[in-house]
């Protein structure tokens, strides 16, 4: 399938400031997951693995937080204590550009699919839209740490606050995010329904609700329609 560019120009009413966006999707690709707590990222993640390995397409996967030796570190303390809200944006930021650096960056010089749970956009919604941080400051930030780099497609899991909250309590390994108050994820998800309408060349709303194999369907057929 041949791979399409649109030629778009970036809307900055929002006040962030865009990046040097690549818009092909074709491997080498970086794909990026995003959306709440509880939205179904991970499997969805392991799904869309699936589904181009049968292709015959190379594929990695990685996390943020996590991802590397020293990410899975910065993952344990972020997740498991207390750090402080600046601290908290500091270790997120921290983590990614070690993943920048030992595995999305070789993997797409590897000719390979690099698929990510969770990357800028996260941050952007979760210590911007949740913590209160400037966003464009957080920008800024990624510029320094992580260059141009930006994802050729993004995917953000749309999934009603109240319900991905609950499911993210049901989860055996939940983390202390889990125990933000309901007004919280949702200035999460306003964030994340920003950015998509914000940045539509790249970003794509997948509606969560439904069964995994429902939203399996609907995450295939958005990287198609790019591909």
């Known amino acids: 399938m041949a791979a399409r560019t649109r030629a778009i120009v970036p809307d900055r009413s929002a006040g962030i400031k865009p990046l040097n966006y690549n818009f092909e999707v074709k491997p080498p690709a970086f794909i990026t997951f995003e959306g709440l707590d509880g939205c179904g990222k991970t499997t969805q993640i392991e799904r869309l693995a699936g589904y181009l390995r049968s292709r015959g397409e190379p594929v990695m996967v990685t996390r943020e937080p996590g991802g590397t030796g020293i990410g899975e570190r910065i993952r344990e303390v972020v997740?498991?204590?207390?750090?402080?809200?600046?601290a908290e944006l500091a270790l997120m930021?921290?983590?990614?550009?070690?993943?920048?650096?030992?595995?999305?960056?070789?993997?797409?010089?590897?000719?390979?699919?690099?698929l990510c749970d969770r990357f800028h956009d996260a941050t952007e919604a979760y210590q911007g839209g949740g913590r209160g941080f400037d966003r464009e400051a957080i920008a800024a930030l990624h510029r320094v740490l992580c260059g141009d780099l930006q994802p050729n497609l993004t995917l953000i899991l749309d999934l009603d606050p109240r319900l991905a909250l609950a499911r993210a309590r049901r989860l055996p390994a939940a983390s202390r995010f889990e125990a933000e108050s309901e007004v919280f994820f949702a200035r999460v998800a306003a964030?994340?329904?920003?950015?998509?309408?914000r940045e539509p060349w790249r970003c794509r709303l997948i509606p969560a609700e439904g069964t995994i194999d429902?939203?399996?369907?609907?995450?295939?057929?958005?990287?198609?329609?790019?591909?």
Do not use: F, K, N, T
């Open 214 to 227: 429902e939203v399996a369907g609907r995450v295939r057929e958005a990287v198609d329609d790019v591909d």
């Open 79 to 86: 997740l498991g204590q207390q750090p402080a809200p600046a």
């Open 93 to 114: 930021c921290a983590s990614r550009a070690q993943s920048v650096e030992e595995i999305i960056r070789p993997g797409l010089a590897a000719g390979a699919w690099v």
């Open 191 to 197: 964030v994340y329904r920003e950015i998509a309408a």
